[in-house]
């Protein structure tokens, strides 16, 4: 018997901001652990295209996610969304940054 195949999305990661580098992850519906990792550098497209992904060009759609992610002005929200490629960007709201967290400052 052939296992049906599970929707794929993407989840994206500022690491760094200057120059702006992204982590990105590819998961299956369902699963607890991601598929694979890329890393994303828009402004270095001699890296691969600027993508470690491995299309190798300076067009995949990883890169597209960013490019459009920075002209959106959600750059900096990336943690909270998904993309995939029949629904686009969904919004997570399960998923917080650490500054959103109500952590007491003797415990931070």
């Avoid at 990105?24 to 890296?47: F, V």
């Avoid at 190798?56 to 900096?76: L, P, S």
């Amino acid at each position: 018997m052939v296992r049906a195949k599970l929707p794929i999305y993407y989840t994206f990661r500022v690491v760094e901001q200057e120059p702006l580098k992204v982590e990105c992850k590819k998961w299956e519906e369902g699963s607890d652990l991601p598929m694979e990792t890329y890393k994303i550098e828009p402004d270095n497209p001699s890296i691969h295209g600027g993508c470690s992904c491995p299309a190798w060009t300076n067009n995949c759609k990883h890169m597209k996610c960013v490019k459009e992610a920075r002209q959106d002005g959600k750059i900096n929200e990336l943690y909270h969304w998904k993309w995939d490629e029949k629904a686009g960007w969904t919004r997570i709201d399960d998923i917080r940054s650490i500054e959103e967290f109500d952590i007491p400052p003797e415990i931070g």
